[in-house]
């Protein structure tokens, strides 16, 4: 979901972190996971990388962009969902040109809800919708259309943010289906314009061939800093850093990048997976996963300086077993995040301050387990999801993306399900 605070639309959070040091398994856990009637058969039933999907308005309700393959009809199968408790979800309405790999990122202002999504024409479409608490329903989409350099150009996996001068930045990634190279692009559209001017790539990934798995490691995260504006990415196995001045043209150039993470090439796409936020003093939390290890990274808006490296929250070496995939971080105001991560199939939720520079001020907050789990659905890959910015709300949503069944490669897909946690942000911790 696009970031609030740092997109200009800065309103009173309530901040808790939850994070995770307890590495063993604990005797007893915060939590039940319950069943949902989320299902889809792609596997984008929310997609895995940095977007968000779900946002809370201010009366307490969650909303969900989620992908319903088939299960969504005809028209399109991108639809916005809405709940009460996270575990039981309505169709409020859906994106038309929208398919199986559609994927979007989203924001939410007041009760306008911005998002930013992948169509099946190969373009990277706009929309917004209004809420209305009294009916607790929400308005047709207004969509519209940004530009591609051409029409061999297909634009895939979105971001967006919203700068300090109310300007509203999109990053994609633009896949050139001749040359089979691809790397990310950026477009501005002013205050109060309508149209959209492009600036300078980034991030050329023309070194890994189409059939690489390293080729599919390509995102961007945009994000509005005091003064600039910030590009989180990835190239491959590795994830990087690059700013701008707010000051200046749609193609001002980036400056040169500082690498976040030289990750390790594997053959699963979704490693290297990251996740960025964004509070109200303008400070830049990031969190990322690589073979078996959990990173945090910080950037002080007063110093504009990274912590010197990565905060490893948990070690593959020292915890081989905790196996963390897809953290997910989010600010709830004041000084306080969450960062939430699979731990083998279970999720675990890790608590701390915006002020925090080492483990220790990421205690483990909440475990959620599973009570008769199925013996034939498959975790490996279950993706999370829980908003980027909370609001008012006292109840955190978090929902785990999970498999019918362990997929076979070349085969179909299997059903995808998803399974949810609700919890007091401010709740004593109950990981042993």
Known sequence: MGNIGQMKYVHAFLTAVTLVTALTEPAHAALEEQSTNLVSDTAYLYSYRHQRHMVVTPDGRYHLLANLGSQGGKKGTLYLMSSSDGVTWTQQGHLGYTDQYAVSDSALNGNTLTTVFQDSQGYIRYATATYDPASQSWSSFAVSTLPRANADIRAVNPSFTVDANGNTWVAYVAEDTRTTTAGIVVYRRAAGK???????SIGDISAYPPTDPQFAKHSARLVTIPNGIGLVYTVGPDIFWAQRKLKGGADLPWNSAGLFLAGTQDK?????????VTDASGNVFVTFTDAGNLYYNRRDAATSQWLTAPVTLVSADSSPNALPTYAQVSWLGDHQLLIAHNAGMQMRVLKGTTSATSRSGFPCQLLAYHNNLDPTAYYK??????PALLGSATRVPLLQQYQGYEPVKGGPTPPQYAGAVTFSPNAAASCQ
Do not use: Q
Request: no cysteine; glycine share 4%; aromatic share 10%.
């Open 381 to 386: 890959d279950a993706r999370l999801e829980m």
């Open 268 to 276: 699963d796409p979704m490693s290297s997976h990251f996740s960025a």
């Open 194 to 200: 309508a149209n959209w001017a492009a600036g300078p």
